[in-house]
């Protein structure tokens, strides 16, 4: 499996942002996939995730600034930024959980995309 990101850029505070996140490939099944962020001498963060079943379409994190959507007939997940701070600056990646079958059963993989920069000008 494979994850591409697109969508990051430049933007002004207060602006919004799409971040979107295609999985493509085989090699499992993806339970969930979702999104975190590095910004420059930090550690990776969890932005948010959401699980590819189930009836949830939608999540809000960062008190209700960001949001991840899925489509999961095309296998893409969406990170919508809104009101965006100097802050949220960082590479943000996305990441899938693949469950892959083994000789013992099955066991969660960690796949994550390329990241793309998120700037956000004051």
């Known amino acids: 499996v494979q994850l591409v990101e697109s969508g990051g850029g430049l933007v002004e505070v207060g602006g919004s942002l799409r971040l979107s996140c295609a999985a493509s490939?085989?090699?499992?099944?993806?339970?969930?996939m979702g999104w975190y962020r590095q910004a420059p001498g930090k550690e990776r963060e969890l932005v948010g995730h959401?699980?590819?079943?189930?009836?949830?379409d939608s999540v809000d994190y960062m008190e209700g600034r960001f949001t991840v959507t899925r489509d999961i007939a095309k296998n893409t997940v969406y990170l919508r930024m809104n009101s965006l701070k100097p802050e949220d600056t960082a590479v943000y990646y996305c990441?899938?959980?693949?469950?892959?079958?083994?000789?013992?059963?099955?066991?969660?993989?960690?796949?994550w995309g390329q990241g793309t920069q998120v700037t956000v000008s004051s």
């Open positions: 490939g085989r090699g499992g099944s993806i339970n969930a």
């Open positions: 990441n899938g959980v693949v469950r892959v079958t083994t000789i013992g059963g099955s066991t969660d993989l960690n796949v």
């Open positions: 959401i699980r590819m079943s189930g009836y949830l």
